[in-house]
């Protein structure tokens, strides 16, 4: 069913959303509070377009997608007929608590009130709005959400069942899998996951047991290439339970498990090492670093079109019949 769905925010994730939605058939309201945003989200909307045409995941031109989008710094016109409102400003609870004010008494009374937050807990943002906090609920993507499939639902203290169910399935209706966090935990479960990892890389960098290089290898090239076609619960299930019982015994004494924040962030940083846009961060760029994004998602299109294509219903017969 077509939806009027409001986004607040038109940064990254903003802008990925309006060309995910409109692509898959609702209306949409861009929201900023600055109109030099707005302009700059129908660029990024535009080559976004022309990317996934190229990676063959769309055949819709960039002009057909922003007719489906209206821009506008108008908050509250803007969420006047909504049935989804999507907030995805600066990860900030006062900031967000804000707009939550705000859209909470402007947007329709039954409008589900979501967040893209990384990990503010949701129950704090509801404690802003008393009077709606029932339709506050987490709808936390990854970027870019026009190519990952995962996205988290998260309930907060005070979220109804209603609410819940209208998100699922509004989150189905663009294609997307559900990820239920049943507690509203700091960091979900996608951020403690990647966290976790990024903990022990540091870890392994700073005990000098191998390079960036190498660690960054490993896991993009190996750990995770793998990790993409079978989860860690089936892993356990196919190694055998017991080898990672086992394995688990001896290796945790050596893992980190520090609560302080590794001391390589802050040497980059006073260096000035801050990430692609200063040309260097753990590593070195040139063009600064756009090479890299666009890899990224060349590559992430390429493995949609991949594992659409195994796993179509065409493909399944045929393999059925090989293995016949
Ligand atoms: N970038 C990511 O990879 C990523 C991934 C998942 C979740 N998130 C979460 O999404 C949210 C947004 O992240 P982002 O990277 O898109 O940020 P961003 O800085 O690119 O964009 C935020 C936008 O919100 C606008 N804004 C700020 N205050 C506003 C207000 N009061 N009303 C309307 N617009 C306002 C800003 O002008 C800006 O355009 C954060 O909560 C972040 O944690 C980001």
Redesign the pocket.
């Known amino acids: 069913m077509r939806r009027n769905v409001s986004v607040?925010?038109?940064?990254?994730?903003?802008g990925g959303f309006a060309v995910h939605f409109a692509i898959h058939g609702h209306d949409v309201t861009l929201?900023?509070?600055?109109e030099a945003?707005l302009e700059d989200a129908v660029k990024r909307i535009e080559a976004t377009v022309t990317e996934l045409n190229e990676g063959d995941i769309t055949d819709r031109s960039p002009d057909a997608v922003l007719d489906r989008i209206t821009l506008t710094t108008a908050?509250e016109e803007g969420v006047a007929d909504a049935d989804i409102v999507l907030e995805?400003?600066?990860?900030d609870l006062e900031?967000k608590q804000?707009?939550f004010e705000a859209v909470g008494e402007a947007a329709p009374e039954d409008a589900v009130l979501a967040s893209?937050?990384?990990g503010i807990p949701i129950t704090e943002i509801q404690s802003a709005v008393p009077d709606h906090a029932d339709r506050v609920v987490g709808c936390?993507?990854?970027?870019p959400p026009y190519l990952l499939e995962p996205v988290e639902i998260v309930r907060g203290s005070q979220t109804s069942d209603r609410t819940m169910d209208r998100i699922r399935e509004f989150v189905e209706s663009v294609d997307r899998r559900p990820i239920l966090v049943r507690k509203d935990v700091p960091g979900f479960v996608w951020n403690r996951i990647q966290n976790a990892v990024i903990r022990e890389c540091l870890h392994l960098l700073e005990e000098d047991v191998a390079s960036i290089e190498d660690i960054n290898a490993a896991v993009r090239d190996g750990y995770a290439r793998r990790t993409s076609v079978i989860g860690p619960f089936e892993t356990m299930d196919v190694a055998g339970v017991e080898q990672f019982r086992t394995v688990a015994e001896h290796l945790y004494p050596h893992l980190s498990t520090t609560k302080t924040v590794h001391g390589t962030f802050d040497e980059l940083l006073a260096e000035g090492r801050t990430g692609i846009d200063a040309g260097a961060g753990f590593l070195e760029y040139d063009d600064p670093g756009e090479a890299i994004v666009r890899r990224r998602d060349a590559r992430l299109s390429a493995l949609a079109r991949c594992f659409d294509s195994f796993d179509s219903p065409a493909s399944a017969e045929s393999s059925d019949s090989v293995a016949e």
Do not use: K, L, Y
């Open positions: 607040i925010g038109a940064g990254n994730m903003g929201v900023d509070h600055r945003n908050q995805t400003v600066p990860e900031i804000a707009v893209n937050t990384s936390h993507w990854w970027f």
